[in-house]
């Protein structure tokens, strides 16, 4: 399995990143995280509003901080 959070680096983009890896801890699973920062990339999934989450290349949150409890939900 693989979460990219797609986003430039911006606070948000971070925070994203940040809750990402917390439900993956806290789910004690082996998961992918890549961030992809790239604007090229980034449109490749078809996202204009960062920041955004994919897992296993579908992208699953547009825009928006999603909280560590919705990212556990989208892994399991």
């Known amino acids: 399995m693989k979460i990219q959070v797609l986003g ?6 971070k ?8 439900a993956v801890k806290e789910l004690g699973i082996e998961v992918e995280i890549e961030k992809v920062t790239d604007l090229n ?3 490749k999934f078809g996202v204009m509003l960062t920041p955004a989450l994919a897992v296993d290349g579908e992208v699953k949150v547009v825009g928006k ?3 560590v409890d919705d ?3 989208m892994l399991q």
């Not at 430039?8 to 983009?13: D, E, L, Q």
């Not at 994203?16 to 917390?22: F, L, P, S, V």
């Open 41 to 43: 990339e980034i449109m």
């Open 65 to 67: 901080v999603p909280s």
């Open 8 to 13: 430039t680096g911006c606070p948000k983009c």
């Open 15 to 22: 925070k994203t990143a940040e809750a990402a890896e917390a």
């Open 71 to 73: 990212i556990k939900k």
